[in-house]
């Protein structure tokens, strides 16, 4: 199944550390930024909510490194939004290596709104991650 | 039950993101740290392995974020090694808020021994593992 | 001469890239994560300021790097504040390598005070600066 | 003049601080991948030196931070190389917001070339980078 959002970067060689390869701090970031410019696209802006009261936050990733980036590769990060209710929601996403396409990252990234610290519906959020999730 | 191997930190403020909160792939740099500190502590040297063909790698990371770090915190990390067979080792990880102990973030990290860049039973990791989680 | 505040700290090796040495970056977050403890020290908090809307800015940076850091290396960073009138501030850093004390990194970084994104006299921060830099 | 060389990148929420702009390490970040790039178009590989005992290392940065980058912000980093002598470079770069091509960053960075830890003349980076700042 194709995943409807996907963003494509490169390696920057101070992401890699001693043992030459992405270090695995690195992938999760990866994955954040793309989780951001997924929901810029659909119109929710991270900083933005911060400043009003209201956070994404994660909490909990569960992370399968398959293979490692390297200095000078290109890579493709997919992502798929899946509500669990309407305060909790789940990312899958992967890495892929460009241009073979093999799997580098599998991941899975529970997310979840918060009001002033506290978990909340916020409903900007919840209905507009549900409708992305129904058309794609 | 207690944690055989532990260390404490302090958040540097760089680590925080705009939500004013350490930023999530950090806590997975602090668990690094504390298991290549835990490994140094037990002769075995990240670095100096590398050098010599040989890779500790993560296969898989879960991390459960509980509560957030912020500016100025200082929090505790501990480990705790359990070996599956000779090549795969389960590194049981959590942080606490000091001096509350507050639960911050709950980790497992799957590591496994490469020689050449091939998942490989590497004796003087395994046996030094083995030892470590029998004795503690 | 002795620097009038100092901090001890320990390479992490996720702060080391490719070239197997602590990136050069990194050495500026050592300098930055030194410069909010000394300022915390002197009763004076980088994000409770932030939240009031005064921010301790960098304008210029001036770096000489003498030799590398590696995965395990022990280190000092020193640090002494020389006011330049009241709105900025030079902090002189060094780092040196333990025990040898070998010179890592001179840095001068040149600090402003801000308010609501203006350079502005901040007194509280004028003066405990400029005390600070007399007793010392 | 223009730059002989630049790359277009878009901020990262990660490489946001508490102060919610980007923190300044990172824009020395920003600009050692426009200096790999840059490396890699002229045909030096920055992290295949190093496999043999090269490496380009800088020896000092001086860095003016004229405006922050936000949350969102899609910038641009220029480089134009100077070569002094055969063994020291010069590397002048800046950070411009886009599109309205305010400028952030200013920066000289002085790289030198070493064979095994030792300033050293290589023959390959000093006629390349020679070349390539005639030409440009």
Same mark, same amino acid.
């Given at each position: ?10 390696? @920057? ?26 929901? !810029? ?18 909490? @909990? ?18 992502? !798929? /939004?899946?509500?669990?209710? !309407?305060? @909790? ?13 093999? @799997? ?13 610290? !506290? ?5 900007? /959020? ?11």
């Amino acid at each position: 199944m194709d995943a409807p959002f996907s963003l494509q970067m490169k390696v @920057r060689d101070y992401e890699c550390d001693l043992q030459q390869i992405v270090n695995n701090a690195v992938y999760q970031q990866y994955c954040e930024h793309t989780r951001h410019e997924y929901l !810029r696209s659909l119109g929710i802006d991270f900083a933005g909510l911060h400043n009003r009261g209201i956070d994404l936050v994660l909490v @909990r990733a569960e992370v399968d490194y398959h293979y490692p980036l390297r200095s000078g590769d290109r890579f493709e990060i997919t992502l !798929r /939004v899946e509500p669990k209710g !309407r305060i @909790r929601f789940l990312f899958h996403q992967a890495i892929f290596l460009l241009p073979e396409r093999r @799997r580098i990252v599998t991941g899975v990234f529970h997310g979840a709104s918060l009001r002033n610290g !506290r978990p909340a519906l916020v409903a900007e /959020v919840a209905d507009t991650l549900q409708q992305a999730s129904e058309t794609t």
